[in-house]
């Protein structure tokens, strides 16, 4: 039998990397993330959110991200799931539409596309969206930000705004999680949202 691929997404400071781990414990599943997963992203993830590296134009940083989860994809998702693993991945194609096609302004569709040459169509079963109030986020990100962190909340407003809207748009496949509160009350609540959801899957 397929394994079932989950993404959980989120913007910065949500709590979203904590709630894959702990989702990806509670389902044997593997746990992964985006970018990175595999040697070569890892490299990639570094290069696109160094602040003190050189920066990459808003197309190229987009690319890049597409052709690190074009690697993880290859060698670490698409083997799993034929293996009959399920995979949570911290990030997967929504982060790209998000950052990249809203915040960036670069266009969802055409970030989508690029995103879906690069999986060769594989895209998530589920999207788990936590979602927590400005405020909270702030406050778990702390001092020390990434590059992308540091664009700004014209552009963490557009980034919130995209995953909203995209959860309105496919409630089959994205649902959207309160992040407020404690780790555990959290995960309590993305328990229950992919009980729901992958039921008889």
């Keep these: 039998m397929k394994g079932r691929l989950i993404a959980v997404e989120g913007a910065d400071g ?13 389902l044997g599943a593997v746990l992964t993330r985006e970018p990175g997963g595999t040697p070569l992203g890892e490299m990639i993830r570094s290069m696109v959110l160094d602040p003190d590296g050189e920066r ?5 940083e987009a690319l890049l991200i597409a052709a690190a989860r074009a690697q993880h ?7 799993a799931l034929d293996s009959g693993h399920d995979v949570v991945t911290d990030r997967f ?8 096609g809203y915040g960036r302004g ?4 055409e970030v989508a596309a690029v995103s879906a040459f690069a999986t060769d169509g594989l895209a998530a079963d589920l999207v788990i969206v936590i979602d927590v109030d400005d405020g909270t986020a702030r406050e778990r990100l702390g001092g020390a930000l990434d590059r992308i962190e540091q664009a700004g909340n014209d552009f963490r407003g557009r980034v919130i705004a995209a995953y909203r809207d995209m959860a309105a748009s496919d409630p089959d496949r994205l649902v959207v999680v309160d992040g407020n509160g404690s780790v555990e009350e959290v ?9 729901d959801r992958l039921a008889g899957s």
């Design 14 to 26: 949500t709590g979203k990397s904590t709630q894959a781990r702990l989702l990806a414990d509670r």
């Design 187 to 195: 995960a309590g609540r993305v328990s229950v949202a992919v009980a």
């Design 93 to 100: 194609i929504e982060s790209s539409v998000a950052y990249q």
């Design 56 to 60: 990459p134009v808003d197309r190229a």
């Design 106 to 109: 670069l266009g969802a569709a």
């Design 73 to 79: 994809v290859a060698e670490v998702v698409r083997p």
